[in-house]
């Protein structure tokens, strides 16, 4: 016995056909909609680092604006005074017989300027007179030749005589204020040492008229000439 659901019915033959068509479709989706995906997570992907850059890239300076100069400031001006009222010639009288004021106007008064002070003439330099020089000291060598000193005449030695020996002897003696020779000194020789000794020696013994610097007596060199002669 055959049962009637073995044989498909016409009516089931399309709907398998209806439901594989849809499972076709939705592959197709599937497949579609998986490209697209992938596609629009690529676009994801590449445009942010694009973008990224852009944002990055730094902008660029702009000029600080510069400030105006300082406008100049107006001199100060000393104000002048107003210029008085001037009457204005009445062109029609109310009347034939009332007077017509002709006034001139008055020109504005000049500016005001600060008054000019003469300075005083500077008192005029008197130099002082010109310090007159210092006399130079008034110096008075000592001396030996006055006649109260008593100084006596250097000895002749005997053997200079016998040999023939003579000269003159310059000394250069330190007197001091007291008029007694400090320091006898050879400053000239006469050729022979037994004349120069004797010279010395009697020099030591005589007394001077001490130095004088303006009036007042001080220690001084002073040269003494010794002769020795044979008469």
């Known amino acids: 016995m055959l049962h009637a659901d073995r044989f498909p ?5 399309s709907r398998n056909a209806v439901i594989v068509v849809c499972v076709v479709a939705l592959h ?3 497949l579609w909609a998986l490209q697209s995906g992938l596609l ?3 676009a994801q992907i ?3 680092a694009e973008l990224l850059s852009n944002f990055i890239a730094p902008p660029a300076p702009e000029a600080a604006p510069q400030p105006p100069p300082p406008a100049p400031r107006p001199k100060a001006q000393a104000p002048r005074p107003a210029p008085m009222p001037v009457a204005m010639p009445d062109p029609a009288p ?3 017989d009332a007077p ?3 006034v001139t106007e008055q020109p504005p008064a000049p500016p005001m300027d600060a008054p000019v002070v003469a300075a005083a003439p500077a008192p005029p330099v008197v130099s002082a007179p010109p310090t007159p020089p210092t006399p130079p000291p008034k110096i008075e060598l000592p001396s030996s030749d006055a006649a109260y000193l008593n100084n006596p005449k250097p ?3 005997a053997i200079s005589r016998r040999m023939g020996e003579q000269g003159k002897v310059l000394l ?3 007197i001091g204020s007291d008029g007694l020779p400090q320091k006898v000194e050879i400053n000239q020789s006469s050729g022979f040492d037994r004349l120069d000794r004797q010279a010395q020696e009697a020099v030591m013994r005589w007394r001077f008229v001490p130095g004088k610097r303006n009036g007042v007596a001080e220690a001084m060199w002073n040269l003494v000439p010794v002769n020795f002669v044979l008469e």
């Open 9 to 13: 019915s016409p009516g089931g033959a």
């Open 28 to 30: 197709v989706a599937g």
């Open 40 to 42: 629009r997570r690529a």
């Open 46 to 48: 590449i445009v942010p």
């Open 94 to 96: 109310a009347a034939p």
């Open 100 to 102: 017509i004021g002709v």
């Open 155 to 157: 000895a002749y030695p």
């Open 172 to 174: 250069r003696v330190l």
